[in-house]
C-alpha cells in the first residue's frame, strides 16, 4: 500500500501526517479516515474546490482528472499546476506528497 505524506497545516494538521492507503481509494476518503477534517462542500460532486490539495510528488501516480474537475480548480485558492481535488483523485500504486492549502473558497465553515 502506497504511503501518504501530508505537511503539516495550522489548522487541520499541525505536525504533518503518515499513513498507508489502498490504491484506488478517492484521496478525500483517506484524508478524512485519518481524521484530516479536509472541506468537501459539495459532497464529492466535483462541484466546489474546497476539497483541494496540491500535489508535492506522485502527482503522475493519481488517475487523470476530468474536464468537470479541471472546471472546479479553476476557483480554487492557489491553484498550482499539480492541483487536484481529493474527492476526484484516486490514489495511485506510488507514495505521495500533499500540502492542504492555507485557505478555500468557504469564508466560513460549519461546525463539524
Not at 3 to 8: D, S
Request: glycine share 6%; aromatic share 6%; hydrophobic share 35%.
Amino acid at each position: 500500500m502506497p504511503e501518504i505524506y501530508v505537511h503539516p497545516h495550522p489548522e487541520l494538521c499541525p505536525n504533518g501526517a503518515r499513513f498507508h492507503a489502498s490504491p484506488g481509494a478517492f484521496l478525500l476518503d483517506v484524508l478524512l479516515d485519518h481524521g484530516i477534517k479536509i472541506g468537501h462542500a459539495c459532497e464529492r460532486a466535483c462541484a466546489c474546490s474546497t476539497c483541494h490539495v496540491i500535489v508535492k510528488q506522485g502527482f503522475n501516480t493519481l488517475n487523470a482528472p476530468s474536464e468537470d474537475e479541471e472546471d472546479a480548480l479553476d476557483h480554487a485558492w492557489g491553484l498550482t499546476p499539480t492541483s487536484r481535488l481529493s474527492c476526484q483523485a484516486r490514489v495511485g500504486n506510488e507514495a505521495i506528497e500533499i500540502e492542504l492549502p492555507r485557505y478555500s473558497i468557504n469564508l466560513a465553515k460549519e461546525n463539524e
